[in-house]
């Protein structure tokens, strides 16, 4: 793994948010857990990925994977330290304004999402990446694809019609409950 593809894109796409990663951690989880092994381990998650071609978005995927290596060491700690870590400990790193039905539900969404977007054409994907992850305007979009802006807009209306198609098909459309 150290073509230079791969170092390249990881301080590009991915280092940069490494700090905020940390403090994310240490404000969530304090000293229940080791934040460099959990970066660490987040990285290589995050580039097995890669290698695999399903990272849509690299800081959602590290955060995600931060977040998960940190519950399972959270988890880990409770059942070889019981007395150490107390049921408001575990319950702090939840959202609180969420019940577990939400939670699912929000990560079932959030799993629709990924594989509607990744069931795009590639440079549709792209564009919707950049415009709805990234949050990059189509001059931008345009000048980093090397494309024209007109082409950026026909391929963001594209991307948000295939996707809604896919939420069609293999969505739950029925309203969720308050």
């Known amino acids: 793994m150290d073509h230079p593809d791969h170092s390249r894109w990881l301080v590009e796409h991915v280092m940069p948010h490494e700090p905020l990663l940390r403090a994310w951690l240490q404000g969530r989880f304090g000293t229940q857990v080791e934040i460099d092994d959990i970066v660490q381990d987040a990285y290589a998650r995050l580039l097995r990925a890669r290698a695999q071609g399903t990272v849509v978005s690299p800081k959602a995927f ?10 399972n060491q959270v988890r880990h700690r409770s059942y070889t330290h019981p ?18 039905p939400e939670t699912v ?8 999402l990924i594989r509607a977007v990744q069931s795009l054409p590639e440079r549709c994907r792209q ?3 950049l415009r709805k992850i990234y949050g990059l305007s189509q001059k931008e979009i345009a000048a980093r694809l090397g494309i024209s802006e007109n082409t950026v807009e026909v391929h963001g209306a ?5 996707c809604a198609d896919y939420f069609q098909r293999h969505g739950d459309t029925s309203p969720r409950q308050p």
């Open 158 to 162: 594209i991307g948000v019609r295939k």
């Open 127 to 129: 564009v919707f990446t």
């Open 83 to 100: 007395k150490e870590l107390t049921e408001n400990a575990v319950s702090s790193v939840l959202d609180p304004g969420e019940s577990v």
């Open 62 to 71: 590290l955060f995600r994977a931060a977040r998960n290596i940190a519950l």
């Open 105 to 112: 539900a929000r990560a079932e969404d959030i799993q629709l």
